[in-house]
């Protein structure tokens, strides 16, 4: 198409050379049809090529003053005709000037100024004795024709500029609004990360105090319970170490599956720190589908912060955790059979208020990591100052919600239970 040709052409050239190039051409058309010297009553002279040359020198004002280029284009036509100087047609010298007002926005002025010249030319030359088929049957249909023409490419090109400018403001849109969806689900993720990261240690550190503190009583006086304690500790901080590494790795390459790091498949792993502490633990899965990546994540980790909670305060010897999967939802429980969750801190405390994960300090903002003190200013891993909500059960109702589940932690008839209800598919 000549727009789209057209179009090319200027964005590849600055404005002023677009401009100047039409200003010549406009110039060089006009005075070749003067030098045809048809009609008139003088023969051109200098003056007559001048005021060609003034015609396209107009078209460097164009994009600035449209209105006054198309204003002055018409009169110097008709004071050109005044003259006496031979016949240049009507939409020849105006046609330039009419593109360009209706390129920049002037419709109107640029339709009410080719019908005003129109008429004015119809009305003078009738009025001189020229015959009216000739002039309106003849010519006027090539003038209207013309100055149409050349309107209606002023617009069209005006139309697919504003197109292309919002195409591509939706476009910048578009991109803004992705780069903020990508900087939300990288704060999501982020988020969930460091949560998974703070129940992994939170578990391992408590393990490691318990069992360090086996091991110290029996120093000396039991060795086979003290390298059976050493032995525990040892295999619980490898498969940290694992799971950290696994972690990073997620982090390396996010599109990997969440399943690869925790999973409730591995619910099996929490039986063992259970049994060191003198607690039996009872599952019971009856999932039958593949879960959803991040139910099965956070059903992990909640089904672990709840053993942690059991193997730190209740006075138990048996729990039984259960996660049923009846295809709308997960459902998890895990009761233990004791009297109370009452050492180190209340029911609703992970690792009792003030104490962290050994002896006397914890996962808090204030101390060092060295002998006697923890990651912190002894405060324990949601005991009310750790990580995130900084309680343990406030930690698993945080998880159960974000999936658009819910969690409930109380004492029952049987021990205190933790109970939750995962959606298998996200709630709007």
């Known amino acids: 198409m000549i727009e789209e040709r057209y179009g090319q052409a200027l964005r590849r050239l600055p404005p002023w050379a677009v401009d100047a190039l039409i200003g010549a051409g406009v110039a060089l058309i006009v005075s070749i049809v003067i030098s045809a010297g048809q009609g008139g009553r003088q023969s051109p002279d200098a003056i007559a090529h001048l005021w060609a040359v003034g015609l396209g020198a107009l078209m460097l004002a164009r994009r600035r003053h449209p209105v006054t280029v198309l204003a002055v284009t018409a009169l110097g036509l008709f004071a050109y005709y005044a003259a006496g100087y031979p016949a240049v047609g009507i939409a020849v010298p105006v046609a330039a000037a009419l593109f360009s007002a209706a390129e920049f926005g002037r419709l109107v002025h640029a339709v009410v100024t080719a019908t005003v010249v129109i008429a004015v030319s119809l009305f003078f030359r009738l009025a001189e004795g020229d015959d009216f088929s000739f002039v309106v049957g003849y010519e006027l249909a090539g003038h209207i024709l013309l100055m149409a023409a050349a309107i209606a490419l002023g617009d069209s090109l005006r139309s697919r500029r504003n197109a292309q400018a919002g195409a591509r403001r939706i476009a910048e849109l578009t991109a803004q609004r992705y780069r903020q969806e990508a900087d939300a689900r990288l704060h999501a993720e982020r988020l969930a990360i460091a949560r998974d990261l703070h129940d992994s240690i939170g578990h391992t550190t408590s393990v490691i105090s318990l069992h360090a503190d086996v091991a110290r009583e029996s120093l000396g006086r039991d060795e086979s319970q003290t390298r059976a304690a050493l032995d525990l500790i040892k295999s619980t901080t490898t498969r940290t170490m694992s ?76 729990a039984r955790i259960t996660a049923l999967d009846d295809g709308a939802v997960l459902r998890l429980s895990v009761v233990d059979d004791g009297p109370g969750q009452v050492r180190d801190g209340g029911p609703d405390h992970d690792i009792g208020p003030g104490h962290g994960i050994g002896p006397g300090h914890g996962i808090g903002s204030g101390h060092g990591v060295g002998p006697g003190h923890g990651i912190g200013s002894g405060h324990g891993i949601g005991s009310g100052h750790g990580i995130g909500s900084g309680h343990g059960i406030a930690g698993m109702r945080e998880r159960a919600e974000t999936l658009g589940g819910t969690l409930t932690a109380g004492r029952e008839s049987a021990g205190f239970a933790v109970r939750a209800v995962l959606p298998l598919e996200r709630t709007s």
């Open 243 to 318: 799971e950290l590494r696994r972690t990073v790795a997620l982090l390396r390459t996010p599109d990997e599956d969440a399943r690869s790091v925790v999973s409730l498949s591995s619910v099996d792993t929490l039986r063992e720190t259970a049994a060191a502490a003198g607690i039996e633990i009872d599952i019971e899965m009856r999932v039958t589908a593949e879960l959803p990546a991040t139910v099965d994540a956070s059903a992990f980790r909640i089904v672990q912060e709840a053993v942690t909670n059991i193997v730190k305060h209740s006075r138990g010897t048996r």
